[in-house]
């Protein structure tokens, strides 16, 4: 999360120096080369079948391309706070895309929860943009379907962990994505690949970094978490992404933070921590373990 977060910071950066699509398509051709490397080195490389390539590709168009893309034009026309901020609400779309589209039980405090993410979200864009939905902006907007593409590759993801690594399906899903991205930078931005020689040696190694560290490794263990543990138990901790985001915003690019985007912070917190389950997942963890004390102890006395 803190490779995340900071990388909405570095992204920031590129975007402001380079055309935005091109050099997110070879920012991902450099992760996905990095992460072909490390499954090489750990021995899991190994072809898809037609099933998993199928999902496969359904997850990069959503995951790498359509997320991507989205955040790459939405961080153009956005603050780098805003978009830490609007990328926190992960975890509140992934609950109510598996409520969608894998029928699970939204309870009340989930309910609660995705109502809190939705008033932090209006506090961040509406407010903070000047009091009315009509003074939103298109970044702000471009950023939010950054992550609703993402939250619905994540089912996709859960679902494929079963027969495929999640470190090699990143690997598969980088590699098309930059191909995908890579075409549509050459009919939406012609001369992309002469913004380059703008860049300085600092640039350059803010593009390796957000590639390396944050898109390729960063990708891999948050992948291979979600195959572990699952969507919304590992949503959790995206908590932390927009913490980062911020943090970075004010401390390396110099924004303010306002009042209203504070308010919408707490708010997606909680928003995250009621709607994604943490705070149900903590309660039954804490009543079980309780009962486990107290049975010991009982067992103690007989």
Not at 17 to 33: D, G, Q, Y
Not at 129 to 141: E, F, K, P, Q, R
Request: charged share 10%.
């Amino acid at each position: 999360m803190a490779a995340w977060g900071l990388n909405v910071i570095a992204i920031k950066v590129l975007v402001s120096e380079f055309a935005p699509i091109t050099v997110t398509a070879f920012r991902i051709f450099v992760a996905a080369v990095c992460v072909f490397g490390i499954l090489f080195f750990l021995k899991l490389m190994r072809l898809p079948t037609k099933q998993e390539l199928f999902y496969i590709i359904l997850a990069s168009l959503m995951n790498v391309v359509g997320h991507h893309f989205f955040l790459s034009i939405g961080l153009v026309e956005t603050s780098a706070s805003n978009g830490g901020l609007i990328l926190g609400l992960g975890p509140l779309l992934s609950t109510i895309i598996a409520f969608i589209l894998l029928k699970n039980q939204v309870t009340f405090l989930k309910w609660l929860g995705i109502f809190f993410g939705l008033t932090g979200i209006t506090f961040v864009v509406a407010i903070g943009a000047g009091g009315s939905l009509s003074t939103i902006s298109i970044g702000d907007l471009y950023v939010f379907i950054a992550v609703f593409t993402q939250a619905l590759s994540f089912v996709i993801i859960k679902k494929t962990s079963h027969t495929l690594d999640p470190r090699l399906m990143t690997g598969y899903m980088l590699l098309i994505g930059s191909v995908v991205l890579f075409v549509i930078s050459l009919w939406k931005e012609p001369e992309g690949i002469g913004s380059f020689s703008n860049g300085s040696l600092g640039i350059w190694m803010i593009f390796l970094a957000s590639a390396i560290i944050a898109t390729a490794i960063g990708q891999m263990i948050y992948n291979n978490a979600i195959g572990k543990v699952g969507v919304t138990e590992s949503a959790i901790f995206i908590n932390l992404n927009p913490f980062f985001a911020l943090i970075g915003a004010v401390l390396l690019l110099g924004e303010k933070i306002s009042v209203s985007q504070v308010i919408g912070f707490v708010f997606i917190l909680f928003g995250v921590l009621f709607g994604s389950g943490a705070l149900e997942e903590f309660l039954h963890q804490y009543r079980l373990k309780k009962n486990l004390l107290f049975r010991a102890g009982k067992s103690e006395h007989m």
